[in-house]
């Protein structure tokens, strides 16, 4: 339940573009007349119309998240709170410039947000994080901890470059679809890798419980 919460500002993202991209004049109107103090001239065009209403969108699904969990009295995780603060500061740059340019950052720097965070837990925290997030379930050897931190920081960071790849190279349109399903099976298939490594070095239970 928690990774489908996680993943509704990307689906709000992917689905407001596409439908937008089909009512260009429509959106750009009413952009225009709602939310044009949110533009650099007060106009939106119907060229741009798309990710400028995708980046509304996922600002305030965003902030809905958070707003929603605090409601909740559940706890916002720093990632949660960096992604706001990433999200408002590109989408509002986006927004006041008229370029893609900005909120096609957004994801890479997620990635290496998350890339860095792990490196500074393992190199100076001497923390395996990945273990903790786990909840100790998992009775896996140290190095193998290690390994599969090293291992995300290197994906994270990877992401991050094909990411910036996708984006400046291949039109917005398919950067949206490669953001919805490119990341996201990526990422599935990675955990499932990671999942099959970990299997196999896991340390058998104790034999103390006696049958």
Do not use: C
């Not at 089909?22 to 650099?40: I, Y």
């Amino acid at each position: 339940m928690k990774f489908l919460f996680d993943l509704l500002p990307i689906f709000l993202f992917f689905v407001s573009f596409k439908w937008a991209e089909g009512h260009k004049a429509l959106v750009a109107d009413w952009m225009t007349r709602h939310l044009g103090f949110l533009v650099s001239g007060g106009v939106v065009g119907q060229t741009e119309a798309p990710v400028l209403l995708a980046t509304v969108v996922v600002i305030v699904g965003t902030l809905a998240q958070i707003v929603t969990l605090k409601a909740m009295r559940k706890h916002v995780d720093k990632m949660l709170w960096a992604g706001l603060a990433v999200v408002v500061v590109l989408g509002g740059l986006t927004l006041w410039f008229h370029s893609e340019l900005f909120i096609k950052w957004k994801p890479t720097i997620i990635y290496w947000l998350m890339g860095a965070g792990l490196l500074v837990s393992e190199v100076i925290m001497k923390r395996d994080v990945l273990s903790q997030m786990m909840g100790g379930q998992i009775d896996a050897p140290e190095s193998v901890w290690r390994r599969l931190t090293w291992a995300w920081v290197a994906f994270l960071f990877g992401m991050g470059v094909l990411n910036l790849y996708i984006a400046f190279t291949y039109s917005t349109d398919l950067w949206v679809t490669f953001k919805m399903w490119g990341s996201l099976g990526l990422t599935f298939a990675f955990t499932l890798i990671q999942g099959v490594y970990l299997s196999k070095h896991m340390q058998p239970a104790a034999s103390g419980q006696s049958s």
